[in-house]
Structures are given as structure tokens and as C-alpha cells.
């Protein structure tokens, strides 16, 4: 169906008013059908032809030229609101699919599951699958889901969960359409700001990324967003989880590269939590895992789930459907195997620990053949990101995505745009944990400048999403009295009491001043601004709160840990 901006006063649900209210489909001038109450565009057609206005957009007072009270009345009680009353608060939304066809996308993944199946390397998981009813082909490693497997897997799997820092306070709620952004992840290099290249992170970049990220307030988690080169491969993954931990406070979406560090990112945890119950009871981290397109879960992959719902850790699905290469080339047939794959996941998570926290997540991405690469930027990626989000709520679970990222080399116009779009239309979508500020080229380098930069993007489309409420403005005749009698309302009680919370502004990394006053304070680019409140934020960076004897256990099993691998002191460290 066309795209629909939605706005809903409680959220989307499975029976959203724009799936219910279409009613039956009937032709247009193109020829294809279009729900009924919706023009030729796809947009909602309200009584008497006035604007497009969402069907559930509550209406207090319109305009009518005749001045009918009871023509007023009629057209707001068919809007969904009392006559000259204050409405309430709608949420913008955005929907994609209708439940029609998230219904047909569910029932061919589930015969893609119950025929084809997954190629599963785990022998663990082959004889835990295999006694709860998965047909399961040992030569061929080759699992086939019946339908009562999967259902059974779905009554179980946690609705909502939330994330903790590491002083136990609540930092994420993933549930229903609430938006929590974190940076992109597992990028190989840094965006150096002075050579303007991109180069090999080092320790010392990753300790200033964790600085930075616990100065930025729409960044609800940190992300272990990328991978020092100064350590030795095999402790590479659990030394980002260390740095995370030892410098800052926000839960950490993280992901373990081999089956055995996993234990040591365990151990890191519970050092911090105190116990397993403890850690189960306020989870620190989301591990990703990811199957391998199309229809296959390695070893390695399906151990870390296993590990991550024994110990209650929560994890994030990253299914990678790649439209014309390792995917159907449409945006359908991406979503059958996405959903194919997810829903495995799901269904093995829940074998394991019913209950078991978990994010429906992924990273497709459209394929362009031209230059043989997968732009996380194009707006067929968002589209796929944001319907398989669409899915995931269909069937009541919360939702991660790598979106609001960019294919650009340098913090430049390209680079913004496709932040802005992706970041605006996740927050519309509801996605509760979107992955991709700070991202660059691809999903390979990370950039500090470019991450205060997503950071008031991501201010800008939080704000989005808290829409239009009234606040005292009715009635609205004293507030005009006063804006005639003063010639402005700069110092009015009203102003004053609700512009924080009307509007949002920006750091200076965006510019709103006008020419003049730029040039006085420098003339500076955007590089210029986002390299200076780097270091500010740098500069003001504040210690974690971490007890230090909590800090020294971290620091004893890094050591002991990169010992195991050779190296025979850890790199050093800013302070």
C-alpha cells in the first residue's frame, strides 16, 4: 500500500484505524485498487472534501463558512472529538503495510520455515529443536519448523523488556512505539578529524567515543561502535565491552565475535551487577545476532544466542536480506526472508528460556548493482527497516533497526540527509532501539563529529514524535488580547512557562543564527562546529559513577584475559 503518516493517540496496534477504516478496495484511475476513503493519492479523504487529516486526529473547532453550530458539532463528532473541546494529544506515525499483507508476508515465511527450513550449525540447538517437534535433517544440518513450533515460541517471547546502566537505573523501555536511539556498531575505522581520512582505531579513540557518547542525551545506550586494532584479534570484541563499562554509565548494545568470549563478557557483567539474578533482573546489555543469508545460522551466532538467553541477556535478531543478491530483488520478497529468519530466531531463543528478552531487529539493505554495494542510506534500506518493524509489532514484540546511518566518506550534505531521513522515519515507525548515529561508509567508520550531529538529529525527530498538544491555549482570546496590548509575547507567562517544552533547540552544531552574527562568532562549517563541541564535551566529561573496586575487577579480567592472547599489558588509557 502507499505509505500512510499515521497519528494515534495510544500507539499502533494490530487493528491500527487506518487498516480498519480503509474498508474495501476499489479501483482508481491506474487501475490498481485503493482502500476506500482514501483519494488518488493514498491520502485519507475526509468529510466534505477538506483537507487529508488522519481518521484518528481528534478535531475540537473548524472553520465552517455557514457558522452552524450544529453543523460544527456534526463534523466534529465525526472526526472523534466533542465540539469545542481541547483534543488530545496524537502520536505521528508512519505505516507501510496493511494487515493484509503483513498477514500474507507472515504465512509465506512460515511455509518457507515449514518446508525449506534453516540450516543450522549448532549441535546443541539441532537437540533442543529436534524434542520440541523441528523436523531436523542431521546430514544436512537442515531444520524444518512446523507451524505449532513457531506459535509456541511466539506466545512465549517477552512483549517489552527495559535496559540498565550500570548503577542499576533504568535507561531504555522498549515497548510499544517509545524511540531510543544508539550509535551504529562494529565499524573497522575512525574518521580522523584532524586528516580529514580514515584510518585504524586505537584505544584511545574508543575511550573518547565512550566519553563522548555519555555527554549526548538522545543517545540512550552506548554501542561498542568500533574495533581497536591495538589488541590482539581474539580479545578484540570483549576489550570493547571492557572500555564501555570502565568509562561510561549507558547500557551497551555490544555482540561477541567467537563462542569463547563470550564467558569473559559475561564475567565483565556480573561484575558489574553482582550476580546472574541480578543481571538477568536489570539487563546491562543487547547482544546482536545474526544469521547468515539466505536461511543459515552459523556456530558461532547460534552459541552466543544460546549463551545470551541461558544467562537472561537480551539480544537484537539481525537478519541481512541483501534485495537482488542474497535476497529477492523486491522489497516483499526481502520482508518473506527477513521475517523467515527472524521468526527462527525467535523460536530458538524462546526453546532456550522462555521469556527470554529480544529485540526483532535487522540490517538489509538495498543492493546497487551499479557499484556492487549495500547503501544503508537508500530509502528502499529505511523502507525495509521500518516495515519488518511493522511486522515485528503485528506480533506484539519490540523492535531494534540499523537505520539513521550514512554511505558518505566525510561528514558532508550527503551525510545529513541520509541520517535525517532514515532517523525521522524510524521515529515515526516507533522502532524502540535504532541503531546508526555516527555511522559512515557503509556501516564500516565511525566519526565523533558526525555523532554530535546525530545527536541533535536525533533530538530533532524525538521532538517529532511528541506532535501537537494544547498547552493553556485555550481559550485562545486572552493570549491575543495580550499579544495586541504588549506588540509581543517574548516575556509572556504563557511563553515562558511552556517554551522548553514546546519547542526543541538544537546544540550549536546546528546553525540558526543569521549571517551576520555566523560571521562574528567565526564563520565556522559544520566540521569546524562538530570538531569544537567534540572537544568541549570531551573537556567536560565527567568519571563514571562505577565503585572502583568494581572498576579494578573489570581492569583484572581484561588483564588476565589479554594475557590468555599474548599481550602482556593492556594498551594505555586516557584518564
Same mark, same amino acid.
Given at each position: ?114 518446508? !525449506? ?24 544440518? *537442515? ?8 506459535? %509456541?515460541?511466539?506466545? +512465549? ?81 570483549? =576489550? ?130 551499479? =557499484? ?78 558526525? !555523532? ?12 517529532? +514524535?511528541?506532535?501537537?498538544?494544547? *498547552? ?23 511563553? %515562558? ?56 575487577? !573489570? ?21
Amino acid at each position: 500500500m502507499p505509505p500512510r503518516l499515521r497519528a494515534s493517540g495510544d500507539g499502533r496496534a494490530r487493528g491500527h484505524p487506518l487498516s480498519a477504516a480503509a474498508g474495501a478496495p476499489k479501483r482508481n484511475g491506474t487501475g490498481r485498487a485503493r482502500p476506500r476513503g482514501l483519494d488518488a493519492r493514498g491520502r485519507l479523504r475526509p468529510p466534505g472534501g477538506h483537507s487529508p487529516r488522519p481518521a484518528s486526529c481528534p478535531l475540537s473547532k473548524r472553520w465552517h463558512p455557514s457558522g452552524s453550530g450544529a453543523r460544527l458539532a456534526a463534523l466534529a463528532g465525526r472526526w472523534g472529538a466533542p465540539a469545542g473541546k481541547g483534543g488530545q494529544r496524537v502520536r505521528p506515525g508512519l505505516r507501510l503495510l496493511d494487515d493484509s499483507l503483513i498477514g500474507r508476508i507472515l504465512d509465506e515465511a512460515r511455509e518457507i520455515l515449514a518446508k !525449506l527450513g534453516m540450516e543450522i550449525h549448532n549441535e546443541g540447538l539441532l537437540d533442543r529443536l529436534a524434542a520440541h517437534g523441528a523436523a531436523v535433517d542431521r546430514a544436512t544440518r *537442515r531444520v524444518r519448523f512446523p507451524a505449532s513450533v513457531i506459535d %509456541r515460541g511466539l506466545q +512465549t517471547a517477552a512483549p517489552a523488556f527495559k535496559l540498565y546502566d550500570v548503577l542499576g537505573e533504568e535507561a531504555c523501555d522498549f515497548a510499544g512505539d517509545k524511540v531510543h536511539f544508539t550509535p551504529g556498531s562494529a565499524a573497522i575505522n575512525v574518521l580522523d578529524a584532524h586528516s580529514g581520512e580514515m584510518r585504524p582505531p586505537t584505544t584511545v579513540d574508543y575511550v573518547d567515543f565512550v566519553k563522548l557518547v555519555s555527554r549526548l542525551p538522545h543517545l540512550a545506550s552506548q554501542a561498542t561502535a568500533f574495533i581497536p586494532a591495538d589488541v590482539p584479534e581474539g580479545v578484540s570484541d570483549s =576489550y570493547r565491552l571492557f572500555l564501555s563499562l570502565l568509562y561510561g554509565e549507558k547500557p551497551v548494545v555490544t555482540g561477541a565475535f567467537t563462542i569463547a568470549s563470550f564467558a569473559l563478557m559475561r564475567d565483565l557483567q556480573l561484575a558489574v551487577r553482582g550476580s546472574a539474578a541480578a543481571l538477568a533482573a536489570k539487563p546491562l546489555t543487547v547482544f546482536s545476532v545474526c544469521p547468515t543469508a539466505p536461511l543459515k545460522w552459523s556456530d558461532v551466532t547460534s552459541q552466543n544466542l544460546v549463551d545470551c538467553a541461558e544467562l537472561g541477556v537480551p539480544v537484537e535478531y539481525i537478519s541481512m536480506p541483501l534485495t537482488g543478491f542474497m535476497s529477492p530483488v523486491t522489497l516483499v520478497g526481502a520482508l518473506v526472508q527477513h521475517t523467515a529468519e527472524t521468526l527462527s530466531g525467535v523460536v530458538m531463543t524462546q526453546l532456550v528460556r522462555p521469556g527470554a528478552p529480544a529485540l526483532y531487529g535487522g540490517s538489509p539493505a538495498a543492493f546497487d548493482l551499479r =557499484y556492487e554495494t549495500t547503501p544503508m542510506g537508500a530509502v528502499e534500506t529505511q523502507m525495509i527497516d521500518c516495515a519488518y518493524c511493522e511486522i515485528g509489532k503485528y506480533l506484539g514484540l519490540p523492535t531494534q533497526a540499523y537505520i539513521g546511518l550514512s554511505d558518505a566518506k566525510r561528514l558532508d550534505a550527503q551525510a545529513g540527509a541520509e541520517t535525517a531521513m532514515g532517523a525521522t522515519l524510524a521515529a515515526l515507525a516507533g522502532i524502540n532501539n535504532v541503531s546508526g548515529p555516527g555511522m559512515l561508509d557503509f556501516e564500516s567508520c565511525q566519526s565523533l563529529e558526525k !555523532l554530535v550531529l546525530d545527536n541533535e538529529l536525533c533530538g530533532l525527530a524525538l521532538r517529532l +514524535t511528541r506532535g501537537i498538544e494544547p *498547552r493553556e491555549d485555550f481559550p485562545a482570546l486572552p493570549r491575543f488580547e495580550e499579544l495586541l496590548a504588549e506588540g509581543h509575547l517574548l516575556i509572556s507567562t504563557h511563553t %515562558r512557562r511552556h517554551l522548553r517544552a514546546e519547542h526543541y533547540f538544537p546544540g550549536p552544531v546546528i546553525d540558526r543564527a543569521n549571517r551576520s552574527r555566523w560571521r562574528e562568532e567565526g564563520g565556522l562549517s559544520l566540521d569546524a562546529r562538530a570538531r569544537r563541541e567534540v572537544a568541549a564535551h570531551l573537556a567536560a566529561y565527567a568519571p563514571s559513577r562505577l565503585p572502583q573496586e568494581t572498576k579494578a575487577e !573489570l581492569i583484572r579480567l581484561m588483564t588476565a584475559e589479554a594475557a590468555r592472547f599474548g599481550l602482556a599489558r593492556l594498551p594505555e588509557r586516557p584518564a
